[in-house]
């Protein structure tokens, strides 16, 4: 309860602060002109107290669990859907956001059970799915080739934090094993390598730092279960690597993806840099402080300090030529705001989240998220995985 309390403090006072500097530039120059040019100040006036009524309005939204709520039914929804089930149980060409989708699925529903006990029987029974999925040999025969895990970050990520909310959350080790198997490689392949990375895919063309961020993250999970420290050692070394070998240009923040000569081989761009920021956040890295603000700095844009964004690239930068690969397997372009928000919560930089969510609210009004369901089971497949980590920044502990 007592958190609950401090958000709602924390929320209010983030409020003020984005009014003030909204609303309130409005209304400062209004009263400044208020007897040299009274219809504009009026005018003014008028449009500062519009936007002052509108956010409070959008804040409403978020602050009452309205828009939680929704996206929790709109989640719930695709995960029962029985044309996307099928699609996902065997359209092997998009396994890897099937995963993706399930990981950022587990983490929001744990959270939605943690909020609210009615939901703990159809998270747990969703969860159950998902990690027999999962961990189903003959789909993934990635569990018999051990000798190839160091090329199998991705995968070995996403399952690994599946089964832990899943065991987090039902109390059920009938995966414990695979996962304690799991934890114990990413930690030792992750100080063991000569570059503090491991690749996230065979025949990948670069070794990519938000993968192994979410890797991190899967490990913290693990180290809160068993008392473990594998995140903590992990996550020195694989930020003192960055730190000294990865930075790109003057920034503190890596590539999206680097070679083995630590040339950058595919560019940063917000999408990366944002699921970046997510998982090292989630994972509570010291790292993630110089992150997080060279994000913001080069990559977040806003207008009238009441909305934000987050731009593919840095500003002056042009867009890569292949953007995609540098998000693989999701699209640039489609997610670099839902996983800043998702950062922002985990990092409680409150002004930003508001200033993000008030964006992503405006477009769920002008393209809503139940006609997700009216397109191609691939595209609610990837809207699924905005859905899921959406909810996951909305329903923060």
Request: aromatic share 14%.
């Amino acid at each position: 309860m007592a958190n609950v309390h401090q958000h709602i403090q924390m929320s209010f006072l983030a409020l003020l602060i984005i009014l003030l500097f909204g609303a309130g530039l409005f209304w400062l120059i209004a009263y400044l002109l208020r007897n040299r040019m009274r219809r504009t100040a009026l005018v003014l006036g008028g449009i500062g107290t519009t936007i002052a009524l509108f956010f409070i309005g959008l804040w409403l939204v978020e602050i009452s669990g309205w828009q939680r709520e929704g996206l929790m039914k709109q989640l719930a929804y695709g995960l029962q859907k029985e044309e996307l089930q099928d699609f996902i149980e065997h359209q092997e060409d998009n396994q890897e956001t099937s995963i993706l989708m399930m990981s950022l699925a587990s983490t929001a529903l744990t959270q939605m059970a943690e909020l609210d006990p009615t939901h703990r029987e159809f998270v747990v029974e969703q969860m159950e799915w998902m990690a027999s999925y999962v961990t189903n040999e003959e789909r993934f025969p990635n569990w018999k080739a051990k000798r190839n895990w160091d090329q199998q970050l991705f995968f070995l990520t996403q399952a690994g934090i599946i089964l832990a909310h899943y065991q987090q959350l039902s109390a059920d080790s009938t995966y414990q094993d695979r996962w304690t198997q799991v934890a114990k490689f990413l930690h030792s392949g992750i100080t063991r390598s000569q570059y503090k990375h491991l690749a996230s895919r065979p025949q990948d063309m670069a070794l990519r730092p938000a993968d192994n961020a979410a890797a991190l993250y899967a490990l913290k999970l693990y180290d809160a279960y068993h008392g473990t420290t594998y995140s903590a050692l992990a996550g020195e070394d694989w930020s003192n690597y960055i730190r000294k070998e990865l930075q790109y240009e003057d920034t503190k923040l890596p590539c999206a993806g680097f070679t083995t000569t630590n040339r950058c081989r595919l560019s940063p761009v917000g999408g990366s840099l944002a699921v970046l920021n997510a998982y090292v956040s989630a994972a509570e890295l010291p790292i993630s402080t110089d992150f997080w603000r060279e994000f913001r700095y080069y990559y977040k844009e806003s207008f009238v300090n009441v909305f934000g964004w987050v731009n593919i690239t840095a500003r002056g930068e042009d867009l890569p030529e292949f953007c995609d690969f540098s998000m693989d397997p999701m699209l640039c372009g489609r997610y670099e705001t839902s996983f800043a928000q998702y950062a922002a919560a985990k990092r409680k930089d409150w002004v930003t989240y508001y200033q993000l969510n008030n964006s992503l609210l405006m477009e769920d009004f002008f393209h809503p998220p139940n006609r997700l369901w009216q397109q191609p089971p691939q595209e609610q497949l990837r809207g699924m995985v905005n859905l899921a980590v959406r909810l996951a920044a909305v329903s923060k502990p």
